[in-house]
């Protein structure tokens, strides 16, 4: 499985946006980048996923350097509720389609 | 809301008892993996079912073992019950269209919370 490498923690100020980094430098060409968080006490939850392009949705943006070998995941306003466990991972294409190598991710700590 | 439900919520089991624990996936949805998660850790693979037969494991031991019904719902069963088991125990469910692709979004339950004493 390929890997990824997340800082252990980060901190942000409520209201800011808050830029997570992950480096894939294994990363192969047909692998997805997709985002988990998890909160306290909960299942994860799904965040973002991207390809090859940046990517926007209502939680969050995916901007996915050129060659692929990094990611960044941005909260554009962190609110206290996004303090969570942020797993960036990468999805094997292979015959299985839900399958998920979790690493150790970031925790954010959000302050008011 | 996931639409990913699992039950029972919190457990005490003795070490040497089986366990089974329940989830019930959303309407639709094909494929169904089990997750562990030690306490301060990721979630790791247990294995998952594709249409009612399992296609993928990770490494667990076969005291492990799943079921997938038609009606979206699966178990998870655990036999000889280790302290190291005691664990939160994930669902996870998708609608595979593709199983080649890896693009499909997985969807959690909030877990089960096994304690093996």
């Known amino acids: 499985d390929a890997k990824t490498t997340q800082p252990n923690s980060m901190e942000s100020n409520e209201e800011e946006p808050v830029h997570l980094p992950c480096n894939h430098s294994t990363i192969s060409g047909t692998d997805y980048i997709h985002w988990y968080r998890q909160l306290p006490s909960q299942g994860p939850e799904y965040v973002i996923h991207?390809?090859?392009s940046n990517v926007n949705n209502r939680m969050a943006s995916l901007a996915i350097a050129e060659d692929r070998k990094s990611s960044t995941l941005i909260l554009h306003r962190a609110t206290l509720r996004d303090a969570a466990v942020y797993y960036c991972i990468l999805r094997d294409s292979m015959e299985y389609g839900n399958k998920l190598v979790f690493g150790a991710g970031t925790i954010l700590r959000v302050k008011s | 809301e996931t639409g990913v439900t699992q039950s029972p919520t919190h457990l005490i089991k003795t070490r040497g008892q089986q366990v089974t624990l329940r989830c019930s996936s959303q309407?639709?949805?094909?494929?169904v993996s089990w997750y562990q998660q030690a306490l301060g850790q990721g979630p790791q693979f247990i294995f998952q079912?594709?249409?009612?037969?399992?296609?993928g494991r990770g490494n667990f031991p076969p005291r492990f073992s799943g079921l997938q019904f038609p009606n979206y719902s699966s178990e998870l069963n655990v036999n000889a019950l280790e302290l190291d088991d005691s664990a939160l125990y994930l669902c996870?469910?998708?609608?595979?269209?593709?199983?080649?692709?890896?693009?499909?979004?997985?969807?959690f339950g909030e877990g089960s919370w096994l304690t093996v004493v």
């Open positions: 996870a469910s998708s609608l595979v269209i593709n199983p080649r692709s890896s693009g499909n979004t997985i969807y």
């Open positions: 309407s639709g949805h094909n494929t």
């Open positions: 991207g390809l090859t």
């Open positions: 079912y594709y249409r009612e037969e399992e296609n």
